[in-house]
């Protein structure tokens, strides 16, 4: 049902109660009316007829013509009164008509005992007439009493009667006003929830539509759901959740990190990733009194190689050694690109003797793997730098000052060799068979 419609119908019969509650009243206030105007006309008929009970003594004292004009004022009082009663009940009704009898007859015998008492009567008629009147009017005075007595308690039982009715009417009145409010006030909360969910789902992004089997298809609550719906589906379309936002954020900056830490023509790490890691593992082993080791690795006469074979064949000649190198790269150990066709392999954990170790294998694995190309056998050889961390050594790059100090020296010994950079305060002892390897390699 439209909101319109609803209002409507809300204030319809809210009318409505308003007006069965008002109706109530009046109805009640003309019952009570009736019944004070009953207890009135009761009230005066009893008092009057009092009165003319203690007239007819008064004239029975005196027979002057001042208490006949008194009786005959009371006689007109109440024959007025008698004329026009309201509406009374059957009971009320054969009390009245016995008083109009017995006052209609009481005025016929006094009228009577009037002319007897002017002539020449016989005085036991007169006494007679007196009594049967005296007899007359103290009837007529009972049932005035009896009659302002049922007025009386007609007026009691009608105002508890009506008290009742009206709390009764004002109850059903007031408990049907709560129940259609209600219904009316329930209808626009259920709506205004069913907004409120949907908005804060938006808000923690989540594009949910609101379930419509919960509303009346007709009403407008129904049209403002459904737009919602079909907005929340746009903004589904055309919105990144904040989870997904971080989740390409995420994929996007390990991907920015990666290129940025990596070479790309040989795909290692490059120099900028070299020094990252190199200063972690650097301050690691100073800090713990670690051995740590670190080659720098040159091709020998790289130049006369793109030379010969050109610049394209060089790089793949780069790709290569490095793939031939890494194989016999330890987890623990990192090798980057330092520039050119220089290279460098840190090694924690190792001294000395395992640098040693570790530049042998490398010299061997590169010598005996040539890079074929073009049904050609490329050969290389490679001169290593060694160097081992000592207190000398304020950071990485004191490191990698003295291993390309050893690399020259490699060089200028004649190359296709691995020299250590002697420390002077340090007297490291190059191992045994370190100039043997170097002798054969050279041969
Ligand atoms: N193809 C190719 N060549 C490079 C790259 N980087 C450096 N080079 C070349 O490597 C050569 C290095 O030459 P040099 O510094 O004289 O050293 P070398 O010829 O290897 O001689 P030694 O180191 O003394 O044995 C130069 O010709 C550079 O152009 C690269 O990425 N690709």
Redesign the pocket.
């Known amino acids: 049902m439209k909101v319109n419609k609803r209002f409507y119908l809300f204030s319809i019969l809210s009318f409505g109660l308003m007006v069965l509650v008002a109706m109530t009243l009046l109805y009640s206030w003309r019952q009570i009316n009736q019944a004070l105007d009953k207890e009135k006309f009761s009230n005066n008929v009893s008092q009057i007829t009092l009165e003319l009970q203690q007239q007819l003594h008064e004239l029975e004292a005196h027979k002057n013509s001042a208490a006949i004009e008194n009786w005959e004022k009371l006689q007109f009082k109440l024959r007025k009164i008698l004329a026009d009663p309201p509406g009374l009940s059957p009971e009320q009704k054969t009390l009245l008509n016995s008083i109009v009898r017995n006052n209609t007859s009481a005025v016929v015998l006094f009228e009577r005992l009037n002319a007897l008492n002017s002539g020449l009567a016989n005085q036991s008629i007169i006494r007679h007439l007196e009594e049967r009147l005296r007899a007359q009017v103290m009837v007529i005075q009972e049932d005035s009493q009896e009659l302002a007595l049922l007025a009386r308690q007609s007026l009691s039982n009608i105002l508890f009667n009506q008290t009742m009715y009206v709390m009764t009417m004002l109850s059903i009145g007031l408990i049907l006003l709560i129940f259609i409010s209600h219904r009316f006030f329930r209808w626009i909360q259920h709506a205004t929830q069913l907004l409120m969910k949907g908005l804060n789902k938006i808000e923690q992004g989540h594009f949910e539509s609101i379930d419509l089997t919960t509303t009346d298809s007709n009403d407008e609550v129904y049209d403002i759901l459904m737009k919602f719906n079909r907005m929340s589906e746009r903004l589904k379309e055309n919105t990144i959740t904040r989870d997904v936002l971080q989740k390409i954020v995420d994929e996007r900056t390990r991907e920015l990190t990666r290129v940025a830490n990596t070479d790309s023509?040989t795909s290692v790490p490059n120099r900028r990733a070299l020094f990252e890691r190199g200063e972690m593992e650097f301050s690691r082993a100073h800090r713990h009194h670690q051995p740590f080791a670190m080659l720098m690795i040159?091709?020998?006469?790289?130049?006369?190689i793109?030379d010969q074979y050109g610049?394209?064949?060089?790089?793949k000649?780069?790709i290569h050694l490095c793939r031939t190198i890494e194989k016999e790269v330890r987890k623990v150990d990192f090798f980057a690109r330092f520039?050119?066709?220089e290279f460098v392999l840190i090694l924690p954990h190792n001294d000395e003797k395992g640098a040693y170790e570790s530049a042998c294998r490398i010299q061997k694995v590169v010598n005996e793997n040539p890079m074929s190309c073009d049904g050609t056998s490329i050969r290389l050889t490679v001169?290593i730098g060694v160097v081992v961390l000592h207190s000398s050594h304020k950071d990485f790059g004191d490191m990698i000052n003295d291993a390309d100090k050893a690399l020259l020296l490699a060089?200028k010994n004649g190359?296709n060799r691995i020299e250590f950079y002697q420390t002077p305060s340090l007297s490291l002892v190059k191992p045994e068979n370190a100039s043997q390897i170097n002798d054969n390699n050279n041969d």
């Open positions: 023509l040159d091709a020998d006469h790289f130049k006369h793109n610049h394209m064949v060089g790089d000649v780069l520039g050119g066709e001169s060089k190359r």
